[in-house]
């Protein structure tokens, strides 16, 4: 099973255009990114520029708005996320119980849906989409 | 399970292999090295739902795992030399003893992982030995899920595993990275086991659908694993591509109602995009590492010719051909030459498939062949396509004669109404 572990930084909404994480940030996330793939569970791993340089498009009655970042409403916003392949829910909350994060960050564990998990109609709905990546 | 249960087996899972290949550092013997682990284990499970579960787990188990190994160790020693009146010797003996096993468990290198793996798939062990083994100790798997992915009581694995480890033990196998000639023979059979599992999870038709899975998994996962630990060696890469393209056409590999779908038939819409692109980046790395003919390379290869294709008709024939003709020089088995067979009456027509057919099915050739239900129902259907439908009917008859495999039968049985259709119209 598939779970994509989600960093929320706190503060991160209303971080500069410009903010990076120090250098001994990194380093330690490196070491933690390498121990994740040594154990052959890790499938994927992004970091995202600040809301500030990001857009929200919302959508009311089918209508699209965009709004320019940062977005003062949000209280959480997603700093970077880990796909990594385990075998139980609780694996998941192991290795994100071992991330170097600092004070006031937090960590969202979510299992990702596979195709099979999905009721047939919503496969059937599904078919035909071919993944750009293919 | 209860919640905590089902904690700690996570900790165990993630911990146990860098676990016992600490302490097998210092034991030089994996199957003492497990058992000290296991009673770590149970000493876990024991006093965590009590105690709740320790701030870094991980930590505790390591120094829990160096307690006991001394003792067992200092047990061993005190009865070697229990007649002899040194204990000055014996203390300063223990102390080195349990300096090196705080050394050990404290900095787990990749190199202890890397010796269990090799250990595990010594070529001293039986083949069935060497899987168990690898599940156990590096999987984190119980005997009780091994059994089950096998289908086969669990007695029988723990009697595997018990006999495994007696053999190291008795063989004074080392715990050690082999080097120079050794480590290329090593690291093929390393991979053999790692691949054996993959298909014992992609190819079994019976057994439970999650375990199954579970299987791939594990395979993929200690192929990731062997990525990051022989970085160098182009056939780990390979093997990991060709494992990763094969299971990205899982979703597609079951209709409806359970029954096997053929590559060509398959709905390329559920082939799994994120893990293609794995595929093709671990097969590049292995390329670029100067490793595109070896064995697994070129199997990739083949894979990555279908999963580039968006249709079936797309599919790049003439390049499989001549993948499979490298693969003849470096690994010729029937099953390569009848697979090349098939892709030569795809790219040159039934009448060159049926040509390269008889080249490989002449009695000269063995018996190999000859009582395989493939090469049957390979030849039928190029006579099919010929339009030579009653040798074809009686071909694909002769396959469903040849296997004992249901699905395998129903898939024929198939073939054969569509060729009673084609021969009416």
Known sequence: ????????????????????????????????????????????????????????????????????????????????????????????????????????????????HEMSDFPEDVQKAAKGFEHQNA | MSDIAKTIEAVWKIESTRLIAGIARVTRDIGIAEELAQDVLVAALERWPEEGIPENPAAWLMTAAKRRAIDTLRRGQMLVQKHEEITREL???????????????????????????????????????????????????????IARAFLVPEKTIGQRIFRAKKTLSEAHVPFETPRGDELQRRVQSVLSVVYLIFNEGYTATSGEEWMRAALCDEALRLGRMLAQLLPGEPEVHALLALMELNASRTAARRGRNGEAVLLPDQDRSLWDGAQIQRGMTSLEHAQQLGGGAGNYALQAAIAACHMRAHTAEETDWERIVLLYDALMQTTPSPIVALNRAVAVGMAQGPAAGLDALSAIATPAAGPALAGYHLLHSVRGDLLMKMGRFHEAREEIQRAIALTQNLREQELLAERLKLIEKAAQS
């Open chain 1, 1 to 112: 099973m598939r779970f994509m572990m989600i960093v929320i930084p706190k503060g991160y909404e209303s971080a500069a255009p410009d903010a990076v994480p120090s250098a001994e940030a990194v380093a330690k996330m490196m070491e933690y990114n390498k121990a994740l793939q040594k154990a052959g569970v890790l499938l994927a791993l992004d970091g995202l520029f600040p809301p500030s340089t990001g857009a929200r498009i919302s959508f009311v009655d089918g209508k699209a708005t965009v709004t320019d970042g940062p977005f003062p409403e949000a209280k959480e916003v997603i700093g970077g996320y880990w796909i990594i392949q385990v075998r139980s829910r609780e694996e998941a909350i192991e290795w994100a119980r071992r991330a170097p994060m600092s004070s006031n960050e937090l960590i969202e564990v979510r299992q990702i």
């Open chain 2, 91 to 145: 203390e300063t003996q223990q102390h080195r003893l349990g300096e090196a096993m705080d050394q050990a468990l404290d900095q787990v290198i990749d190199d202890d992982v890397l010796r269990l793996i090799f250990t595990a798939c010594h070529p001293v062990l039986a083949v069935e030995g060497r899987v168990a083994l690898t599940l156990r100790l590096i999987g984190g798997l119980t005997t009780a899920e």
